[in-house]
């Protein structure tokens, strides 16, 4: 068999195909010397910059590495945040030193009954530190409570002062009750009905005594001091001989109505007699027996003479200047 190069290269046809794989083995190798070089000392690898102060805190928006999500534990969609209303000056003002008055939730009720910024005043208290209980506790707006706490702590007080003693309790006939006017179906809505409005009855006092705005015993100058101070406080004062549905207690309510008019209807009336007028007076003690005042007036005899046992005149001789009758025929 006879051997050359040109029978070589047509026995091995890709020995040139192995020549240029082994001139890339070749390159790739020093490339891979150049690329592990060591860097020299002193060469620092730069670093992002930092995250600013004023940048938000970032939140993940996925579950944590190594933590799965539940099925069906999505969170929905937060709704619009509801914030609570904000108490009113009304009600930053009448504070526990006023006034005992929790307040209460807004009530809005058929037919505009109702009403907003309620309380419900259990007591006032009085400049000493003295409370004046309020029985049973009255569901108003504030600033209805906040006038009757200011009444009882400034003109009833000085009033009870007056008096030689203290105000203690307030009797309350009736405060918000969703009805018309005088509890009559289809009336205008009452004071009543707004939370606005406050019936009293009386007033008790430290040393037992009770004054009863309407009594007519209770002396009528006192009667009329609480009727001056109630009329120059609220704009509706209603009492007796204003209609008989207040014949025994005082109306008061703060009702604005145009050019700020203002009712005050409550009659004083003046103390019952102690003896009643319609029975008979004592008889006098000159006056004549009661048989001889009884008798008729048709009497012949000019006067009448008491019954003495005498022998009373004979009635049959004429008088001597008159003259005899003449007989008839």
Same mark, same amino acid.
């Given at each position: 068999?006879? #051997? %050359?190069?040109?029978?070589?290269?047509?026995?091995?046809?890709?020995?040139?195909?192995?020549?240029?794989?082994?001139?890339?083995?070749?390159?790739?190798?020093?490339?891979?010397?150049?690329?592990?070089?060591? %860097?020299?000392?002193?060469?620092?690898?730069?670093?992002?910059?930092?995250?600013?102060?004023?940048?938000?805190?970032?939140?993940?928006?996925?579950?944590?590495? /190594?933590?799965?999500?539940?099925?069906?534990?999505?969170?929905?969609?937060? /709704?619009?945040?509801?914030?609570?209303?904000?108490?009113?000056?009304?009600?930053?003002?009448?504070?526990?030193?006023?006034?005992?008055?929790?307040?209460?939730?807004?009530?809005?009720?058929?037919?505009?009954?109702?009403?907003?910024?309620?309380?419900?005043?259990?007591?006032?208290?009085?400049?000493?530190?003295?409370?004046?209980?309020?029985?049973?506790?009255?569901?108003? +707006?504030?600033?209805?409570?906040?006038?009757?706490? @200011?009444?009882?702590?400034? @003109?009833?007080?000085?009033?009870?002062?007056?008096?030689? %003693?203290?105000?203690?309790?307030?009797?309350? #006939?009736?405060?918000?009750?969703?009805?018309?006017?005088? +509890?009559?179906?289809?009336?205008?809505?009452?004071?009543?009905?707004?939370?606005?409005?406050?019936?009293?009855?009386?007033?008790?006092?430290?040393?037992?005594?009770?004054?009863?705005?309407?009594?007519?015993?209770?002396?009528? !100058?006192?009667?009329?001091?609480?009727?001056?101070?109630?009329?120059?406080? #609220?704009?509706?004062?209603? /009492?007796?001989? %204003? !209609?008989?549905?207040?014949?025994?207690?005082?109306?008061? @309510?703060?009702?604005?109505?145009?050019?700020?008019?203002?009712?005050?209807?409550?009659?004083?009336?003046?103390?019952?007699?102690?003896?009643?007028?319609?029975?008979?007076?004592?008889?006098?003690?000159?006056?004549?027996?009661?048989?001889?005042?009884? +008798?008729? !007036?048709?009497?012949?005899? !000019?006067?009448?003479?008491?019954?003495?046992?005498?022998?009373?005149?004979?009635?049959?001789?004429?008088?001597?200047?008159?003259?005899?009758?003449?007989?008839?025929?």
């Amino acid at each position: 068999m006879k #051997f %050359s190069a040109g029978n070589a290269r047509r026995k091995w046809p890709c020995r040139g195909r192995g020549r240029g794989e082994v001139a890339m083995v070749t390159v790739a190798a020093l490339l891979l010397a150049l690329c592990g070089k060591a %860097s020299p000392a002193g060469t620092t690898v730069p670093l992002p910059k930092p995250r600013p102060v004023e940048a938000p805190a970032a939140t993940p928006d996925g579950p944590a590495a /190594g933590q799965e999500t539940p099925v069906g534990t999505d969170k929905p969609a937060a /709704g619009p945040v509801v914030t609570a209303p904000q108490p009113s000056a009304c009600r930053l003002a009448l504070t526990e030193a006023i006034a005992i008055a929790p307040s209460l939730p807004d009530i809005h009720g058929p037919g505009g009954c109702g009403g907003e910024d309620l309380v419900r005043l259990e007591a006032v208290v009085l400049p000493d530190k003295l409370k004046v209980s309020v029985k049973p506790a009255a569901i108003l +707006r504030c600033a209805m409570a906040s006038a009757i706490a @200011d009444w009882i702590r400034t @003109d009833m007080a000085r009033l009870a002062k007056s008096l030689g %003693s203290v105000v203690t309790d307030l009797d309350n #006939f009736d405060s918000f009750e969703c009805r018309g006017r005088n +509890r009559i179906v289809g009336a205008q809505l009452s004071e009543h009905g707004r939370a606005n409005a406050l019936d009293v009855r009386s007033l008790k006092l430290a040393n037992g005594r009770s004054i009863s705005l309407t009594d007519r015993t209770v002396p009528r !100058d006192l009667r009329e001091s609480v009727l001056r101070s109630a009329c120059a406080r #609220f704009s509706t004062v209603l /009492g007796p001989g %204003s !209609d008989w549905y207040h014949e025994d207690h005082i109306h008061l @309510d703060l009702m604005e109505r145009r050019n700020d008019y203002r009712i005050c209807q409550w009659n004083v009336w003046d103390p019952l007699p102690q003896i009643a007028p319609l029975l008979p007076a004592a008889r006098p003690d000159g006056a004549p027996p009661r048989e001889v005042a009884a +008798r008729p !007036d048709t009497a012949k005899s !000019d006067s009448v003479a008491p019954e003495t046992g005498e022998d009373k005149p004979s009635t049959d001789k004429q008088p001597a200047d008159r003259p005899p009758a003449k007989k008839r025929r």
